[in-house]
């Protein structure tokens, strides 16, 4: 069965400071997409990035790219230049194309983020 | 005007009452997704429906049940409310044709059983 492991349950970082979360996954499977989502205090769940597995090139989004290492099985995302506004959870979540898996989204248990000022 | 949006946002309820949380969409998805988040354990599926006839058990659905009445509406109802189902629980919903299967959500419901 497919798995998604945050192995960070806590981090910080200062503002205007480079931080970087993990997340590795298990999978069988070939073609599949990866997420990370942020859930700020507000509670609502946002998407931050995607990433499909047959593109070797690494998402991007503003101050939010990843590091995805098929082979390792490794989807990081790394955030830029942090504000006090990426204070948040993150959730790391995994989709595959087999629809004997009812395309679900498989998530891992997040990692809290705290910005220092 | 949110896409998803979930109806009461906050809710306390004793044991054993019966109550339904909605959640209605304006996105077009044909499938909808109903979550319950728990501190330190993430988020855990419920029920999903991927259309208005097609409606599957999730992880942990002892204890609930669904209802979509419309490709738009999907409300999930806990018969007889106990302590343990107190939790933040979102809708969500992705579209069936191909893509990411990225999934929206609503702003979720705290429910407080006591």
């Known amino acids: 069965a497919q798995t998604v492991t945050q192995s960070q349950p806590e981090m910080s970082v200062q503002e205007a400071e480079t931080v970087t979360l993990s997340c590795t996954y298990d999978?069988?499977?070939?073609?599949?997409?990866l997420f990370w989502y942020k859930q700020p205090p507000s509670r609502q769940m946002i998407l931050v990035i995607r990433?499909?597995?047959?593109k070797q090139q690494n998402a991007t989004e503003n101050r939010f790219s990843v590091n995805f290492q098929k082979a390792a099985k490794s989807f990081s995302l790394k955030i830029s230049d942090s504000q006090l506004g990426d204070a948040a959870m993150y959730f790391c979540a995994y989709r595959d194309l087999n629809a004997g898996n009812n395309r679900k989204l498989i998530w891992g248990l997040g990692t809290s983020l705290g910005v220092n000022p | 005007d949110a896409d998803v949006t979930q109806t009461p946002r906050n809710r306390i309820t004793k044991t054993g009452k019966r109550i339904m949380l909605e959640c209605s969409q304006t996105?077009?998805?044909?499938?909808m997704y109903w979550y319950r988040q728990d501190p330190g354990l993430g988020l855990r599926l419920i029920y999903y429906?991927?259309?208005?006839?097609?409606?599957n058990k999730g992880e942990i659905s002892d204890g609930y049940s669904v209802s979509r009445q419309a490709q738009a509406k999907f409300s999930l109802s806990l018969e007889s409310a106990i302590p343990n189902q107190t939790a933040l629980y979102f809708c969500a919903t992705s579209d069936l044709a191909g893509g990411p299967y990225e999934q929206y959500f609503g702003p979720g419901t705290r429910l407080t059983v006591t």
């Open positions: 999978t069988s499977e070939s073609d599949y997409y």
């Open positions: 996105k077009g998805h044909d499938r």
């Open positions: 990433q499909e597995a047959y």
């Open positions: 429906s991927f259309d208005v006839k097609d409606i």
